[in-house]
C-alpha cells in the first residue's frame, strides 16, 4: 500500500461543534496529498467544523489515505486498525462528528 512519508502520513484534525455552513478544505491547497508538505502549517489558523469537507488531491499508486483509528495507529504510522483507506486520488471526506481524526 502506498504511503506518504511517516511525518506526513498521518495529521491530526479536531472537528467542533457544527457550523451554519460547510467549509470545503483542499489539504495541502496547491500542494495536495504528498510528501515535503507542511501540513501542520496548513492547519494552522483552520477550525474544522462537524459537516466540513477535507479534499485530498494525489497520484493513485503514489499516495492514500488512511484514517488511523486512535492515536496510537496515528504515533506508530501504521495502517490498521483503520477507519477507512482511500485510493481514488481525489478523495473527500466529511467530518462526521466532534473530535480528532488522524489522517
Known amino acids: 500500500m502506498a504511503r506518504i512519508t511517516a511525518a506526513l ?5 479536531f472537528a467542533v461543534f457544527p457550523s451554519m455552513e460547510a467549509t470545503q478544505y483542499i489539504v495541502g491547497d496547491d ?4 510528501s515535503g508538505v507542511d ?6 489558523g483552520k477550525t474544522f467544523h462537524v459537516g466540513d469537507s ?6 493513485p499508486g503514489d499516495h492514500n489515505v488512511v484514517v488511523a483509528a486512535n492515536s496510537d495507529v496515528y504515533d506508530k504510522c501504521a495502517t490498521t486498525p483503520n477507519l477507512g483507506v482511500w485510493t ?3 478523495d473527500v471526506l466529511t467530518l462526521p462528528t ?6
Open 98 to 103: 466532534t473530535g480528532t481524526y488522524y489522517y
Open 54 to 59: 477535507l479534499v485530498f488531491n494525489y497520484v
Open 88 to 90: 481514488s486520488g481525489n
Open 31 to 34: 500542494q495536495g496529498w504528498n
Open 9 to 13: 502520513a498521518v495529521i491530526a484534525l
Open 39 to 44: 501540513y501542520y502549517s496548513w492547519m494552522d
